[in-house]
């Protein structure tokens, strides 16, 4: 077990950089009150002025059809466009994102905020080796909230929250700038409901959990504020990406980096999750729609279309070859 004061002894004065959650992580702070953090602009109230998870009625198309002279910022866009989505019905009940799944040991014991990031980017065609965002991206400090605290190398590394990794996330957009249509949007209190609104569009989101699935061991005398949202530091934290869900079953879908790709009871992670205080984030893709992945509503007038049409008499039969994916 490591305490607070051997961390804070090993990033004041060895300068151990980064953090994250391994299968026995610890406390690693045993001072107590609030601490305050520097500012960032990545929080998504900060862009909006609202809570993530207040719906939007009107499209940011709608927004600037009606108000041509409202000029929105890339960030606002991307925080906006998300919120919209939550205005949406939950229209499929299982969607699953074809996401491999990667592990954080041995490189990385603590790195699960890392892995969790590299997968999402990967989504979108970054091509990220398991370490390359803990080796030369993540945004490390003194802060768990919008830093890393620690080192996601070594077993003693502590862990940050959504404001570390969307800055992480813009740290390596502004280096990569060929993937720069990559937007995080922090969805801090966000409804677990809402989250799968998201997935069943072809986003994948980054969420905060437990170890084991089991309920946050909270320090209630260590915690950060920052944006007027309290974050606690519970010794069990994980962060992991959800990448599917079905209504059915009962089960969310998880890339989780210790234990493997996992159906986890849905329920029960969504009380967990909100237990903690309802912490994810998101990449948003600004070149890629949120538009459904599979549309009943569609699915149904192809096949009506397909069932009423009838074949030319003059219609020769099409071969199998010529029916078959080119390459």
Same mark, same amino acid.
């Given at each position: ?159 940050? =929250?959504?404001?570390?990794?969307? !800055? %992480?996330?813009? &740290?390596?957009?502004? /280096?990569?700038?060929?993937?720069? $249509? ?101 990449? =948003?893709?600004?070149?890629?729609? !949120? %538009?459904?992945? &599979?549309?009943?509503? /569609?699915?149904?007038?192809?096949? $009506? ?23």
């Amino acid at each position: 077990m490591k305490k607070l004061a051997s961390i804070l002894l090993a990033v004041w004065v060895l300068g151990m950089l980064c953090a994250g959650c391994s299968a026995d992580r610890e406390t690693f702070r045993e001072d107590s009150g609030s601490v305050s953090s520097a500012d960032t602009a990545a929080d998504a109230e900060k862009m909006t002025g609202t809570s993530v998870d207040d719906e939007v009625s009107e499209s940011p198309a709608d927004v600037s059809s009606k108000t041509p002279e409202v000029s929105l910022s890339e960030e606002e866009l991307a925080a906006r466009t998300v919120k919209y989505i939550f205005s949406q019905p939950l229209v499929n009940s299982s969607t699953t994102l074809p996401i491999d799944w990667i592990s954080q040991y041995p490189e990385l014991p603590t790195g699960c905020e890392s892995i969790a990031l590299t997968s999402a980017l990967n989504y979108w065609g970054c091509q990220l080796g398991v370490t390359d965002i803990a080796d030369q991206y993540l945004i490390c400090g003194n802060s768990f909230v919008t830093s890393f605290a620690g080192d996601p190398h070594e077993w003693d590394g502590a862990g940050t =929250y959504p404001p570390g990794l969307i !800055l %992480t996330t813009r &740290n390596y957009t502004e /280096q990569n700038p060929e993937h720069a $249509q990559l937007e995080p949007v922090d969805l801090t209190g966000t409804s677990f409901h809402n989250l799968l609104k998201l997935i069943e569009r072809g986003c994948p989101v980054i969420v905060w959990g437990t170890l084991r699935m089991e309920h946050p061991k909270i320090d209630e005398e260590i915690f950060e504020e920052y944006n007027g949202i309290r974050y606690p530091w519970y010794e069990n934290e994980h962060c992991m990406l959800i990448i599917g869900y079905d209504l059915k079953q009962g089960t969310v879908t998880v890339n989780d980096s210790i234990y493997g790709q996992l159906d986890r009871d849905l329920e029960l992670f969504a009380e967990i999750y909100e237990e903690i205080g309802s912490f994810s984030m998101v990449v =948003y893709n600004r070149s890629k729609p !949120l %538009t459904l992945l &599979n549309d009943p509503a /569609q699915q149904t007038s192809q096949s $009506q279309s397909s069932t009423t049409s009838q074949p030319s008499q003059t219609s020769k039969p099409q071969s199998s070859r010529s029916q078959s994916p080119a390459g």
